[in-house]
């Protein structure tokens, strides 16, 4: 696909001279010496000296796409965490439009869909963007051989079915929300995402839809839809910090997105500003009288902990800020159910 002759464009230097903020913003993180990373001691003085380019992270191609191979660590390509989050926003869904702690056989379908069409969007994901994961996220699945290529196609094939016909058994509303749904997945990586906010935009809607997706199982699909507008928010964010985090491998393959196309200022600025947002827009179901006291309270805390990641934002540092804004959507859903309990 892309070559790395990108990243080393700025490369030699940080001082006067350095036409491209973005090459050097990828040299200055990529030259750093990283207490995270495996290699550290005498290595890391030999790997600071020598040109800061993206090339060195890059990691040997491990699966040829034409066996099937599936090891242990390969469900790691579905994301759980990622799935049980969304499977918890279908039944918080279900919950607030019955008003108490329920979960129908529907509810239940909706769940299995969630999950299912999820697993097929994160496996797509790690499929287009195999290459630029050989140097954003080499312990990814189909960088290290755990699974393979073909192995990779069969399970998103199977779990989009059969997350399409779980939808279908609860209902047509159901059906077209969830095929919508995986079509934004399957195209967010080669279409979506270098499209600039266009494609955080997007994933992060979709992110946000099991609550709505629980509401319509449980037949009325916009007690869901204030949850939803709160948790897109939430995951836009995320999505921009992702982007943040990816800046190397994109740049190797040649994907424009915010930091890469505006530079990494605005993308950290991006961010930023989606969570200053979020503060007024979250207390605003309160004020308005939608949801009570015990709503408050907890949006209350977590808009504190929101404004500490605006802080890490404005100095420039992603460290834990992806971490706290996935704690902030559990927060979130809690404050929602303790408020209807």
């Not at 005498?42 to 790997?47: D, E, I, K, L, N």
């Not at 996220?137 to 094939?157: C, D, F, K, N, Y």
């Not at 964010?237 to 994109?250: F, H, M, S, T, Y």
């Not at 902030?328 to 809690?334: A, D, F, Q």
Request: proline share 7%.
């Amino acid at each position: 696909m892309g070559s790395g002759e990108h990243g080393g464009a700025g490369a030699p230097g940080r001082g006067e001279g350095a036409a491209d903020p973005v090459a050097e913003w990828v040299a200055e993180r990529t030259a750093a010496p990283d207490p995270s990373d495996v290699a550290s001691g005498p290595s890391a003085s030999g790997a600071a000296s020598q040109p800061a380019d993206v090339a060195p992270r890059m990691t040997p191609p491990a699966s040829s796409g034409v066996t099937l191979t599936w090891r242990p660590a390969g469900w790691t390509i579905v994301r759980p965490g990622n799935l049980l989050l969304a499977a918890a926003g279908v039944a918080v869904g279900g919950f607030l439009t019955f008003g108490r702690v329920l979960i129908t056989p529907a509810v239940w379908w909706a769940m299995a869909s969630a999950v299912g069409l999820g697993a097929a969007g994160n496996v797509a994901n790690d499929l287009f963007d195999l290459e630029a994961d050989r140097i954003n996220r080499p312990l990814r699945p189909l960088v290290t051989g755990a699974m393979s290529h073909g192995a990779a196609l069969v399970l998103a094939g199977v779990a989009g079915g059969l997350g399409l016909w779980a939808a279908w058994w609860v209902s047509g509303t159901l059906f077209v929300l969830g095929l919508a749904a995986l079509a934004v997945m399957l195209v967010y990586s080669p279409v979506l995402k270098p499209r600039l906010l266009l494609g955080n935009v997007a994933v992060a809607v979709v992110a946000s839809m099991p609550l709505v997706y629980g509401a319509a199982a449980a037949g009325w699909w916009r007690a869901g839809l204030v949850p939803a507008v709160l948790a897109a928010f939430l995951h836009l964010a995320r999505e921009i910090v992702k982007d943040l985090e990816d800046v190397p491998g994109d740049l190797a393959i040649g994907r424009a997105t915010v930091p890469i196309a505006w530079s990494p200022a605005a993308g950290y600025a991006t961010a930023a500003a989606v969570l200053v947002v979020f503060l007024p827009v979250s207390i605003l179901p309160w004020l308005a009288g939608w949801y009570g006291r015990r709503y408050g309270l907890l949006v209350l805390l977590l808009d504190l902990g929101v404004l500490v990641l605006i802080a890490r934002l404005a100095s420039r540092r992603l460290d834990g800020v992806r971490a706290g804004l996935k704690l902030g959507m559990v927060l979130g859903l809690l404050a929602l159910l303790w408020d209807r309990f």
